[in-house]
């Protein structure tokens, strides 16, 4: 057991050799969605980097009920760690950011309420909000081949989310008011232990974030000539370091 149809990938709590044994959730994608039966080979991955090849043992379709052997988990090979910080967007569009910046292999995800963002989370709807991030982005990252699904933590306010970042990382802060800041210009000129992009809501980062930004290393830099919605602002700004720095070029 060496394979794993890489293609079939299925999300555990944890990964370890041995057995497993999933739910309903699971008995349906795998026996009635891809129709697998015994011997069929998946991929097991944790979200955390761990992955495993596995190989259906058992189904039970009276209990809904699979069992897969797993074999020694390996540690997935990541590229270059994104962190998005993104202001708090209206539903659909955080989903939107969530799933597609999963696809596009960033690494971390701090939703940020920002001054003038539309959206205001108590803390009690936060929780449920950041639930369902979760639960995206560890669809998105089965989807897309992924063994690791991106942290998605809790709101918290912008001028802690901009000092709450990994050393060495290059950081940038995009925003449409700064004139002449060309995000080529801004490029390190070697690839960086990390990156950190900073997205704002729909009515703009305040003055008084972009400096805290600034304060905290952050260079601020601009889209083009066009005002981007935030949630094309917080995937193009993905896009564009995917390819500068990180594994999309
Ligand atoms: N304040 C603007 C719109 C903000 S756009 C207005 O109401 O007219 C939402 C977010 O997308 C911004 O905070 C910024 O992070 C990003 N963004 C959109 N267009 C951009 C551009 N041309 N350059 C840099 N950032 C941009």
Request: proline share 6%; glycine share 10%.
């Amino acid at each position: 057991l060496d394979g794993g149809d890489l293609l079939t990938r299925l999300f555990l709590e944890s990964v370890a050799e041995g057995t497993a044994r999933v739910g309903a959730a699971d008995y349906r994608y795998l026996a009635r969605v891809l129709r697998l039966g015994p011997g069929a080979e998946v991929t097991v991955f944790d979200g955390q980097g761990r992955e495993a090849p596995a190989r259906i043992q058992t189904i039970d379709a009276a209990r809904e009920e699979v069992v897969l052997v797993v074999a020694s988990p390996r540690r997935a090979v990541m590229g270059l760690p994104i962190t998005l910080i993104v202001a708090l967007l209206k539903a659909d569009k955080m989903d939107l950011v969530v799933q597609k910046a999963t696809e596009l292999g960033v690494h971390r995800i701090v939703p940020v309420a920002a001054a003038r963002s539309v959206v205001h989370l108590d803390e009690g709807r936060a929780a449920g909000r950041v639930a369902r991030w979760r639960k995206i982005a560890r669809e998105a990252a089965r989807q897309c081949g992924r063994a690791d699904a991106p942290v998605v933590e809790l709101p918290r306010p912008v001028r802690d989310a901009v000092v709450d970042v990994p050393t060495g990382a290059w950081k940038a802060i995009f925003h449409e008011g700064v004139k002449g800041a060309s995000l080529r210009k801004a490029l390190p000129p070697e690839r960086p232990a990390a990156a950190v992009v900073a997205v704002g809501p729909e009515g703009g980062f305040d003055a008084a974030e972009v400096e805290a930004a600034q304060a905290a290393g952050f260079v601020a830099v601009g889209l083009g000539p066009r005002i981007l919605r935030a949630e094309t602002a917080a995937l193009a700004a993905v896009v564009a370091i995917g390819f500068a720095l990180g594994d999309l070029a």
